[in-house]
């Protein structure tokens, strides 16, 4: 069985995947808690794609990062509520073992379920029906069967859940096109979509037929109030083409820039500090190819564009320009004290009344920013 073969070694691709969703879990907890705890106390981490827990080099994959996580912190202890899925027999047997061995497991309030079920309507439809926890929602199946925007949206629909899901680019992207597989396709971007995604995808290049399906992806997602939509990719060995995307989904900023900074220093690359969001094997083979860009002078101009004449905070250019963009905090604090510097913009308090970092100028938050009139 294909996907119990996928397990037989960890790959530097799964531990990168899991590391992220360990990492954005713990993050995610600690914003939602305080709120939960004024209804009820509860919180949810679901992963109905869960593998049987480790690889066979004995490697931890992502639900046992997850309940370790919540172990170290009384918290989390006492408010998780963790639903792990397979439809193999086999990985819910070694799912149910390898939870059973992590040290102190049983001091976690609410012992973690591990069912065996197929992922199609009927989860979505039960899932659909109940107003849920804050919940982060983990979907990693092994090709595209059981994921579509009906599972996704049964539960990015309630206050504080966010989604995560593999979107295994290879196979959809050859799916799209065989006549074969088209409901499954037609489930996941919904038929109208899909239908029009083919038609698209007529005489385009492999990178502008990434971009499409990637862009029209996202748009489906926003439209079920996904707002923040943010993809990681994943090369092949030889760094030549995408094999897959982990693609994050959020209704609120707030996750979008948790998840953008985790993103980030899990990228192979930076070009002047600026991150890749890709993981790409090759990466430290080949490093010139990845200087090639200046991606900084880029945003200067486009910042000079589009925040023309007007007066605005460090943060405020964050929020409003970041989403969609590979640009971290650091990057924008970053230009706009260069641009200060040469006289491009303005600040209030000026750089004479404000400190320097390590020898670097600060750019806090809350510095004003004067964009010139015709920038």
Same mark, same amino acid.
């Given at each position: 069985m294909a996907n119990i073969s996928f397990f037989d070694e960890s790959r530097d691709q799964s531990q990168v995947k899991a590391t992220i969703v360990a990492k954005y879990f713990w993050a995610w907890a600690k914003v939602v808690l305080p709120t939960a705890k004024k209804f009820g106390g509860?919180?949810?981490?679901?992963?109905? %794609?869960?593998?049987?827990? #480790?690889?066979?080099?004995?490697?931890k994959s992502t639900p046992l990062k997850v309940l370790e996580t919540a172990l170290e912190d009384e918290d989390l202890r006492g408010s998780l509520v963790t639903l792990f899925n397979d439809k193999e027999p086999q990985n819910v047997s070694s799912l149910r073992a390898a939870i059973d061995e992590i040290p102190n497991v049983k001091r976690l309030r609410y012992a973690p379920q591990v069912i065996n079920e197929e992922v199609g309507n009927e989860i979505v439809k039960l899932f659909e029906k109940m107003r849920m926890v804050p919940t982060l929602f983990f979907v990693d199946p092994w090709g595209?069967?059981?994921?579509?925007?009906? $599972?996704?949206?049964?539960? $990015?629909? @309630?206050?504080?859940?966010?989604?995560?899901? %593999?979107?295994?680019?290879?196979?959809? @992207?050859?799916? +799209?096109? @065989?006549?074969?597989?088209?409901?499954?396709? @037609?489930?996941?971007?919904?038929?109208?979509?899909?239908?029009?995604?083919?038609?698209?995808?007529?005489?385009?290049?492999?990178?502008? #037929?990434?971009? +499409?399906? +990637?862009?029209? $992806?996202?748009?489906?997602?926003?439209?079920?109030?996904?707002?923040?939509? +943010?993809? %990681?990719?994943?090369?092949n060995e030889h760094s030549t083409r995408t094999s897959h995307h982990l693609i994050f989904a959020s209704k609120h900023f707030k996750g979008y820039e948790i998840m953008k900074g985790i993103m980030a220093k899990e990228s192979s690359e930076k070009n002047q500090g600026v991150p890749s969001f890709e993981f790409s094997p090759a990466s430290e083979s080949f490093p010139m190819l990845f200087e090639l860009t200046r991606p900084l002078d880029d945003l200067e101009a486009m910042l000079l564009h589009e925040f023309n004449g007007r007066r605005i905070t460090m943060r405020e250019v964050y929020c409003q320009h970041s989403v969609g963009r590979p640009f971290v905090e650091a990057n924008y604090k970053k230009v706009l004290a260069e641009m200060e510097k040469t006289g491009k913009i303005t600040a209030e308090p000026p750089m004479s009344k404000r400190r320097s970092i390590k020898g670097q100028l600060s750019f806090a938050n809350e510095v004003i920013v004067t964009f010139p009139l015709g920038g």
């Open positions: 509860r919180i949810a981490y679901i992963d109905l %794609f869960a593998g049987p827990g #480790r690889y066979k080099d004995g490697t595209y069967k059981g994921l579509s925007l009906g $599972l996704i949206n049964s539960v $990015l629909k @309630n206050w504080g859940c966010d989604c995560l899901f %593999f979107f295994n680019y290879n196979r959809i @992207n050859m799916a +799209l096109t @065989n006549e074969f597989v088209r409901e499954h396709m @037609n489930v996941l971007f919904g038929q109208e979509r899909a239908d029009a995604i083919r038609q698209e995808l007529e005489g385009l290049s492999p990178n502008e #037929r990434e971009s +499409l399906i +990637l862009e029209r $992806l996202a748009e489906a997602l926003k439209e079920m109030g996904g707002d923040f939509v +943010l993809p %990681f990719t994943f090369k």
